[in-house]
C-alpha cells in the first residue's frame, strides 16, 4: 500500500506557482521521497526526488519539513501543460531498486 | 537517450484469447517492472526483475499471467486466457542510478 496522502485534486491558474502537498507521517530514515507525474495517455514520468534537503531542478523544486513527515512539490509558473496527474511516492534508498509503490496521486488542472 | 520501448500500443482482444506485450528497456539498466493500471487508478506492480532472474512477483496472478525476460534485456508480459477486468493499461518500466523511467504503455481491451 501507498505510503502517502495527497489531495485528489487540485486547480492552479496558468502562470501562477502550483503547490502540491503530501503527507508521509510513517516515513523511515532511509526513504526518499520522489515525484510522478502521468500526463492523459502517458506512461509516468520522473519530476524530483529527496530525502531531506530541499531539491531543486529544471521542472520543479521539493520542499521537505525538518521532520520529513510532509512534502511540498512546487511547479513555479505552471502552463497547461502541466495539466497532468501528480504521484508522491516514498522508496527505500537512492540506488536501490526498490519499486515505486503508487497512490491515486493529485490531479492537478491548470487553467488559461 | 532512448527511452522505454513498449509495443503495441494497443491492443483488442476477446475474453479467453490471449495475448503478449513487449518491452525494451533503457540500455545498461538491469531492473525491470511490468505494471498494470486501471483507468483511475494508479499502477501497480506485477513483477520485477534484476537482469534475468525474477525479484517479486508476490502480485502477479500466475494461473493466467506470465512474464520472463531472456538474457536480461527485452521482457515479454503474456496474459492467457484474458478475461475483462484484464482491460488495463500495461506499463513497463527500467530502473537506473536510482530513477525508474516508464515505457508508454499497452492500452489493453477485453471484449
Known amino acids: 500500500d501507498a505510503k502517502t496522502t495527497q489531495p485528489p485534486s487540485m486547480d492552479c491558474a496558468e502562470g501562477r506557482a502550483a503547490n502540491l502537498p503530501c503527507n508521509h507521517s510513517?516515513?523511515?530514515?532511509?526513504?526518499?521521497v520522489y515525484w510522478y507525474r502521468q500526463i492523459h495517455s502517458q506512461g509516468p514520468q520522473y519530476i524530483i526526488h529527496?530525502?531531506?534537503n530541499n531539491e531543486t531542478n529544471e521542472m520543479a523544486s521539493l520542499i521537505i519539513t525538518e521532520d520529513r513527515k510532509s512534502s511540498t512539490l512546487i511547479l513555479p509558473h505552471a502552463t497547461l501543460r502541466d495539466t497532468a496527474v501528480y504521484y508522491c511516492?516514498?522508496?527505500?534508498?537512492?540506488?536501490?531498486?526498490?519499486?515505486?509503490?503508487f497512490g491515486k496521486g493529485t490531479r492537478l488542472s491548470v487553467i488559461a | 537517450e532512448a527511452g522505454v520501448a513498449q509495443s503495441p500500443r494497443y491492443k483488442i482482444i476477446e475474453k479467453r484469447q490471449s495475448v503478449a506485450f513487449w518491452c525494451n528497456p533503457i540500455?545498461?539498466?538491469?531492473?525491470l517492472y511490468w505494471y498494470q493500471q486501471i483507468l483511475g487508478q494508479g499502477p501497480k506492480l506485477l513483477i520485477q526483475?534484476?537482469?534475468?532472474?525474477?525479484?517479486?512477483d508476490s502480485q502477479l496472478p500466475k494461473d493466467r499471467f506470465s512474464a520472463e525476460r531472456l538474457k536480461g534485456v527485452d521482457s515479454t508480459l503474456k496474459i492467457q486466457p484474458a478475461k475483462l477486468e484484464d482491460s488495463a493499461v500495461y506499463l513497463c518500466?527500467?530502473?537506473?542510478?536510482?530513477?525508474?523511467?516508464f515505457g508508454q504503455g499497452t492500452r489493453l481491451t477485453v471484449v
Open positions: 518500466a527500467s530502473s537506473g542510478l536510482g530513477k525508474a523511467f
Open positions: 510513517t516515513i523511515s530514515g532511509n526513504e526518499y
Open positions: 529527496g530525502l531531506k
Open positions: 511516492i516514498v522508496r527505500v534508498g537512492q540506488l536501490g531498486n526498490t519499486p515505486l509503490v
Open positions: 540500455s545498461g539498466h538491469a531492473t
Open positions: 526483475f534484476q537482469n534475468n532472474g525474477v525479484v517479486d
